[in-house]
């Protein structure tokens, strides 16, 4: 499906471009989105890359990622059921799911394209994408977020009485587009035309495979490295308590809490991790180098699928193929009161971060950061994910060319979170 919807955005973009007499617009778009590609998101991803798989490799080693999946065991058998329990995938996942929820989109996606390598070496079907990998993928890119930190603070720059109001709302969206991208990933991968080919590896080379994966350590610290752990976790609190006490707080109490999380999570799992791996008498400063060298060829591996699909999105763009979609499909919008407002906004998420961040940007200042469209922006803002953008970085990564249901799965959670903004903010917020 990736590929018509590829190529389908290329052509149209020249022919548009061609009409409306943009075709220089349209190929100095496509040159800038390569260059973003490679300058801005691909090379700089190295750096962090190379830091949190570094850290995966200690929490691996000293046998926290194997605590993570055992707890929740029963919750990732049924999503999951081909990943065997005790795979190094399970839990990949979780910390990527953990990372997703407190909006730490530094550390999940390093975290989440170590998860497609994990799953890779289960796929019998080298460049089809498993069962698991869609579901993986439904996952991310409808992903449950307690703090839309950026879209309230652009609320917060554009002059918003209470910016965090929307917190709520975008919640309440982004559970009904996770639900109902689950929904749909299971129920696509059961159809016949998404049915998976013959398989390539047997089974019993699989299992050779995952035989061959380094055991992990599940030496605990001994009572005094435990006690050490609880001061250094105790420290950490006492440093949230002085946040919560310093800042500005916002006023939904539990806002408050989660981005006070949200700011220390990231030194914590920094320090913690090499902390109790050393404590676990592991090798610290070798395992995160040998961790930290998969970062650099990773973010190499996926420069061509970035490539392809930000110059697309790019070129359609310059071309003004937005403005006519808008346009084509307005009046049935308006038929159902579905505010035409908010159509570039829903129709850009799914395909530019950046360009949706821009547009909404305008809809704050066009509306007002209090409107009830700017609410209802900012709850789809909350809900919805890129997820072309997704797809291409994390299938680019373990070089999956045939996404099968990744991306109508993907499709139909935006449309749920996009829904769910629109009748949860005319709810709550209309008059």
């Known amino acids: 499906m990736l590929n018509y919807i590829w190529l389908g955005l290329v052509v149209l973009a020249v022919l548009l471009g061609g009409f409306n007499g943009q075709l220089q617009a349209v190929t100095n778009a496509a040159f800038e989105a390569c260059k973003t590609a490679v300058m801005t998101i691909a090379l700089p991803l190295a750096g962090v890359m190379a830091l949190w798989l570094g850290l995966m490799k200690l929490a691996e080693a000293s046998g926290l990622v194997n605590i993570l999946a055992r707890a929740l065991r029963p919750v990732l058998r049924w999503l999951f059921p081909d990943v065997p329990p005790n795979h190094p995938a399970m839990g990949s996942m979780v910390m990527n799911m953990a990372a997703n929820m407190l909006g730490l989109s530094n550390a999940a996606t390093p975290l989440g394209l170590r998860a497609m390598q994990d799953l890779e070496k289960l796929n019998p079907r080298p460049g089809t994408a498993s069962n698991a990998m869609c579901t993986f993928l439904a996952i991310n890119t409808s992903s449950i977020q307690l703090i839309p930190a950026t879209t309230v603070a652009i609320l917060a720059a554009a002059g918003s009485k209470n910016p965090t109001v929307i917190i709520g709302t975008a919640f309440f969206a982004t559970c009904c587009s996770t639900i109902a991208g689950l929904i749909a990933v299971k129920t696509l991968e059961r159809l016949p035309f998404y049915a998976l080919p013959p398989a390539e590896k047997s089974p019993e080379s699989l299992a050779a495979d995952s035989e061959d994966l380094p055991a ?79 970062g650099f060829q990773v973010s190499i591996r996926i420069i061509p699928y970035l490539v392809a699909i930000i110059a697309a999105v790019a070129m359609f763009r310059a071309a003004g193929g937005i403005d006519m979609v808008s346009r084509a499909i307005g009046p049935f919008l308006a038929a159902i009161h579905f505010p035409t407002e908010l159509l570039p906004l829903v129709l850009m998420r799914p395909l530019s971060g950046s360009g949706a961040n821009g547009i909404f940007a305008e809809l704050v200042q066009s509306q007002g950061p209090d409107s009830l469209l700017a609410r209802m922006g900012a709850s789809i803002m909350g809900s919805t994910e890129t997820t072309f953008y997704v797809i291409a970085v994390y299938f680019g990564s373990v070089a999956i060319r045939r996404t099968r249901h990744a991306v109508p799965a993907g499709l139909v959670a935006d449309l749920a979170g996009v829904t769910a903004s629109v009748i949860i903010c005319n709810l709550v917020f209309g008059k």
Not at 227 to 243: I, K, N, P, V
């Open 216 to 294: 992990q350590n599940l030496a605990k610290p001994a009572w005094w490295g435990s006690l050490l752990l609880l001061a250094f976790s105790a420290c950490f609190l006492w440093f949230g308590w002085q946040f919560l006490q310093t800042s500005e707080a916002p006023a939904n109490p539990l806002a408050a809490v989660v981005e006070a999380v949200s700011y220390l999570a990231i030194p914590f799992l920094v320090a913690f991790f090499p902390l109790y791996a050393a404590l676990c008498r592991v090798k610290v400063y070798e395992e995160f180098v040998e961790g930290a060298k998969e």
